[in-house]
């Protein structure tokens, strides 16, 4: 079974002052970077999701995916298009992660695949909180998210989780928690004390 992994790249940053959080710098090494050496060795095609430039990711020699829907301006719109683009290359489960948790655990698509490949989508969590953009999605599912999108204006992640009925499946947050993501400058130093102790 093929699997597609996206990194879902969009966002503005706005608690970064609009510095883009993939290529904020942490260990000498983009964000970004971090999330692929994590996320990439466990699918079998790895891809961005992002809107403008994608010379910008050049460095990293992965397929950039951009939105296909000018309408959303959500992370779901990073969801729809990597889900397009998995049913485009025939593949049967997509695995999503935002470009900002630098700490991915190396057995995340293992353990979301186990209930995704019967519930069909199965999202992460971690110390009482569920990350909706960390999850796996069948294939199957792209026609019914466009009906949820166009037809009944559905826009959040949470929303779309829910009405997958996605099985949440939990992580122990000690040593820390592996779904820690880089949102202000104050979280950036954290990942470097996180990276010096482990």
Same mark, same amino acid.
């Given at each position: ?20 959080? /993939?290529?904020?710098? &942490? ?5 970004? !970077? +971090?999330?692929?050496?994590? $996320?990439?060795?466990? @699918? ?23 939105? /296909?829907?000018?309408? &959303? ?5 990073? !969801? +729809?298009?990597?889900?397009? $683009?998995?049913?485009? @290359? ?109």
């Amino acid at each position: 079974m093929k699997i597609i992994g996206a990194i879902i790249a969009g966002g503005r940053s706005s608690r970064m002052g609009g510095r883009e959080k /993939a290529f904020l710098e &942490l260990a000498s090494k983009p964000v970004i !970077l +971090h999330v692929i050496e994590q $996320f990439e060795p466990q @699918v079998d095609q790895l891809v961005i999701n992002a809107n403008g430039d994608a010379a910008r990711f050049s460095e990293f020699g992965l397929e950039v995916v951009p939105d /296909a829907l000018s309408s &959303l301006t959500t992370p779901l719109a990073g !969801l +729809h298009a990597a889900l397009v $683009f998995t049913k485009k @290359v025939e593949a049967k489960m997509l695995v999503t992660v935002p470009s900002d948790t630098p700490f991915l655990p190396f057995n995340l698509v293992a353990k979301l695949l186990e209930k995704a490949l019967v519930r069909g989508a199965a999202i992460a969590a971690s110390g009482d909180q569920e990350h909706y953009i960390i999850g796996a999605w069948k294939t199957d599912l792209l026609d019914d998210l466009d009906r949820a999108i166009t037809s009944d204006n559905l826009f959040r992640v949470k929303d779309w989780a829910q009405r997958a009925a996605a099985q949440s499946v939990i992580w122990p947050v000690e040593p820390y928690d592996p779904f820690f993501n880089v949102n202000a400058p104050e979280d950036l130093r954290i990942a470097e004390q996180i990276l010096g102790a482990s």
